[in-house]
């Protein structure tokens, strides 16, 4: 008869191993919550929920980083991390965090900067068809394809929808404003109107929206079929053009009840503009317009126009060549370079712009 086998004494787990797994659990679920993108305009740290507080944070979570990396806990880390992956990414995302929590000193960014690049602030920003065209340098082609589309659309009867698709700052409502106030599309509708959407899509009070812009008259109707009446009666028979800016709405079926009520119209054409391809598909009957990036010719107008104001420098200057290459930073997005142009034309002097450019760009 064998002797019973003895079992093995379970090993206790140091602390200092669960502390590492501990460490290495939290560093996963981190780095998994935050895409850090940086192209030639601007960094944007996109949270996987939407809580609007990752820009405060931002020098708490590259301290937490080090905290991990220093402390007992992080030969352990190594141990387990053999091939030192988690432990390179936390390097890099430290040295990230890091450098532009820099940026945002040497450019004096708040955090709402944060919301308006990611389009968190969409809530908070509002738009209007007024546009001062003498500030608006480029975008003539895409200017002149929309108002050809637009005028033929109007040709004919029903409803027709041409979404202008690109990132955010790349001028998509400028465009918009551009075709809005254009003559040619004031004489060809009867009824003109503007509504700002966002990423909140309240069928009932953007029915009103849509209804007050388009007759100039109050309407804050609590019933959706009280709207829908008179909304039907003003644009019976009509030529009816509208803007819908910065549209979110994935969702078909409030896209078709916001567009029913419009059948009595004679025709309606609808100009949409959105950073999303999913909703352009979903919303066109037309192919969309892409809108790309500005020349760069047209941003360094732009660029001198917020920055130096009236002042003329001669084409060969430091604070010239400085403002070029930090122009060319900001990748063709136009709102990078106003906003860019405006914090330097507070200081300018080649002294403050070198030193913005060394902490945010790199060496000239």
């Not at 509504?195 to 007050?212: G, I, P, R, Y």
């Not at 950073?275 to 809108?291: D, G, P």
């Amino acid at each position: 008869m064998k002797p019973p086998r003895r079992r093995r004494p379970r090993l206790q787990q140091s602390s200092g191993s669960t502390t590492a797994r501990t460490a290495l659990s939290a560093v996963r679920k981190i780095t998994g919550r935050f895409e850090i993108s940086a192209d030639r305009a601007a960094v944007q740290l996109r949270p996987e929920e939407e809580d609007g507080g990752t820009s405060e944070h931002i020098g708490e979570i590259a301290q937490r980083f080090k905290e991990i990396s220093s402390d007992g806990a992080a030969p352990q880390l190594r141990t387990e991390d053999e091939h030192g992956v988690v432990s390179e990414r936390i390097r890099k995302i430290t040295s990230r965090f890091e450098e532009i929590s820099k940026d945002r000193a040497a450019l004096h960014l708040g955090p709402e900067i944060g919301d308006i690049i990611s389009g968190r602030d969409s809530w908070r920003r509002l738009t209007s068809h007024l546009l001062d065209e003498s500030l608006v340098f480029g975008r003539i082609k895409e200017k002149e394809r929309t108002i050809e589309s637009v005028l033929s659309f109007s040709q004919g009867s029903g409803t027709q929808v041409l979404p202008i698709v690109g990132m955010g700052g790349i001028g998509k409502s400028t465009v918009a404003q551009m075709v809005y106030n254009d003559d040619r599309v004031q004489d060809r509708f009867d009824l003109h109107g503007w509504v700002h959407v966002s990423q909140t899509f309240d069928l009932l009070k953007l029915t009103n929206a849509v209804t007050e812009s388009l007759t100039r008259k109050q309407c804050e109707f609590s019933e959706l079929s009280c709207v829908h009446d008179v909304l039907k009666e003003e644009i019976n028979a009509k030529d009816v053009f509208l803007v819908l800016d910065d549209l979110w709405n994935e969702q078909k079926n409030l896209w078709f009840e916001l567009l029913h009520p419009l059948k009595d119209a004679q025709s309606v054409t609808i100009l949409v503009t959105t950073r999303s391809k999913v909703v352009a598909c979903l919303v066109q009957s037309v192919e969309h317009l892409v809108l790309g990036i500005l020349p760069e010719d047209h941003c360094w107008l732009l660029f001198q126009h917020y920055a130096f104001g009236n002042k003329i420098f001669d084409e060969g200057s430091t604070l010239v060549q400085v403002g070029r290459k930090i122009m060319q930073k900001c990748g063709g997005l136009p709102l990078a370079v106003k906003s860019i142009g405006c914090l330097l034309r507070l200081k300018m002097d080649v002294q403050t712009w070198m030193e913005n450019w060394k902490v945010s760009f790199g060496k000239v």
